[in-house]
C-alpha cells in the first residue's frame, strides 16, 4: 500500500520557521520526485517546492524562494520541508506527493499524502 504520511505541522508566529517531513512507503522512493503543495481555505491548491528523485535539482515557487528549503533523504524514504520567515499568508494544508515524470503540476503527480496544517499568526 502507497502511503506519504505528512508531520511537522502547527501554529507559529509570523516571522517563525517549522520543518515539515513526509514520510513514503509501498513504492521505489528514489525513483520519484517528490512535492509539496498547499491548499489555503477558499483558494486552489498551488505548488510550493518539489525535488528530484536524486536530491539534485529542486525547484521553488515564486511565493517562496528565499524562504524554504526542500531537501530528500532516500535512506529514510523522508523529504523535508524547511520554511523560515513564516507569514501568514502561508496558512494552509500542506501536501506532499510523489510523481514519476512531473515538475509542480498537480496533475502529474500520482500518490498523495492526507495533509497537514500550518497556521501563522499575525
Known amino acids: 500500500e502507497v502511503q506519504l504520511v505528512e508531520s511537522g505541522g502547527g501554529l507559529v508566529q509570523a516571522g517563525g520557521s517549522l520543518r515539515l517531513s513526509c514520510a513514503a512507503s509501498?513504492?521505489?522512493?528514489?525513483?520519484?520526485?517528490i512535492g509539496w503543495f498547499r491548499q489555503a481555505p477558499g483558494k486552489e491548491r498551488e505548488g510550493v517546492s518539489c525535488i528530484s528523485s536524486s536530491g539534485d535539482n529542486t525547484v521553488y515557487a515564486d511565493s517562496v524562494k528565499g524562504r524554504v528549503t526542500i531537501s530528500r533523504d532516500n535512506a529514510k524514504n523522508t523529504v523535508y520541508l524547511q520554511m523560515n520567515s513564516l507569514k501568514p499568508e502561508d496558512t494552509a494544508v500542506y501536501y506532499c506527493a510523489a510523481t514519476g515524470w512531473g515538475i509542480l503540476n498537480e496533475d502529474d503527480y500520482e500518490y498523495w499524502g492526507q495533509g497537514t496544517q500550518v497556521t501563522v499568526s499575525s
Open positions: 509501498g513504492f521505489t522512493f528514489d525513483d520519484y520526485t
